[in-house]
């Protein structure tokens, strides 16, 4: 028997996570076609926005506008990052139905980041998440540096097991395991997860990977071994990495889910409509995005066929998306 899952659950991060770290002004309808194109593609859960103070990131200022864009959106959960109460309140105002909330498995990087130690950031996540309970909201967690912290350096297995466990008590469905610094390997991988499965159900366990080492598909494959079914993931690969400009930063959706289509895993999206969304969003970005099947596919001269052509039978198709591979 295989050792793989039949399908996974790919979280699109891109419109938050990725945007977060993109310097040019998007428009909000801009933001707002965006999220429409993924769901298009099959993604059934995209965090689209944050409720941090505008004044720390411009760029998702516009959060309630690109939530009342998407009301009427169906069939797709949408979520929004919420920093502290503050943020909760408006949270509840937009009717988003589901929130994630963030810490970390360091210390260093919670103070720095958060300015305040993990325990007093996880006291601060048990308010938030029972009054977002009490409002029929669910709660994602994050958990970042869950490997590698810029000051502490490698991140002890057990300190985040406290940190996720701490998340799953006080109500949240998910965690998620981000490895900040995008510079973990496989064995890694294995080592928390070894920690993790014992103590935790593995099924409330999610993989946030970076591509800044390109270890990130190596890290999912160790991920899926020892069964996780649930990774983050940015279209095109949006967003870079805040610690090393220049460089890539989110594992690319496009990257993610052909390495899952190709082995016969089912994730429910559909590439070409994937990169359709990808290369919507690049028009907007001045830069090219850094997903590897995004390039390949831009290499080959590929490009989105007209929508009054949906229904033809000669289509152009993506080279990697044929589907009799
Ligand atoms: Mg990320």
């Given at each position: 028997m295989s050792v793989y899952p039949s399908g996974v659950k790919v979280v699109e991060v891109g419109p938050r996570d990725g945007l977060q770290n993109e310097p040019v002004p998007i428009p909000t309808e801009v933001k707002i076609g965006f999220v429409r194109k993924l769901a298009a593609a099959g993604l059934r859960e995209i965090e689209v926005t944050s409720f941090v103070r505008p004044d720390r990131v411009p760029q998702l200022a516009d959060a309630e506008a690109v939530l009342a864009g998407l009301a009427?959106?169906?069939g797709t959960r949408l979520s929004a990052l919420v920093p502290n109460e503050r943020g909760l309140a408006r949270a509840l105002r937009s009717g988003v139905r589901r929130i994630a909330v963030f810490t970390a498995a360091s210390e260093s990087f919670t103070e720095r980041n958060i300015g305040m130690p993990v325990e007093a950031s996880l006291e601060s996540f048990r308010r938030v998440t029972q009054e977002a309970a009490a409002a029929g909201m669910s709660v994602r967690g994050y958990v970042s540096t869950a490997f590698y912290c810029p000051y502490e350096g490698p991140i002890p297995p057990a300190q985040v097991l406290r940190v996720a466990a701490a998340l799953l008590q006080m109500g949240v469905d998910e965690v998620s395991l981000g490895d900040?610094?995008?510079?973990?390997v496989p064995t890694e991988v294995d080592r928390l997860l070894e920690t993790l499965r014992g103590e935790l159900p593995v099924e409330r366990l999610a993989l946030h990977f970076h591509d800044t080492s390109g270890t990130a598909l190596a890290n999912v494959l160790a991920g899926l071994q020892a069964g996780v079914t649930v990774f983050d993931s940015s279209a095109g690969g949006l967003g870079g990495c805040p610690f090393a400009p220049g460089a890539a930063g989110n594992l690319a959706t496009e990257d993610l889910v052909y390495l899952m289509e190709r082995m016969g895993i089912e994730t429910g999206v559909s590439l070409e409509k994937l990169a359709e969304a990808s290369l919507f969003i690049e028009d907007h970005l001045g830069h090219g995005l850094s997903g590897k099947l995004l390039q390949r596919l831009r290499a080959s001269g590929w490009t989105p066929a007209p929508a009054t052509e949906v229904?033809?039978?000669?289509r152009t198709k993506p080279a990697c998306a044929d589907s009799s591979s």
């Open positions: 009427d959106l169906p900040t610094l995008g510079v973990a229904a033809a039978t000669n």
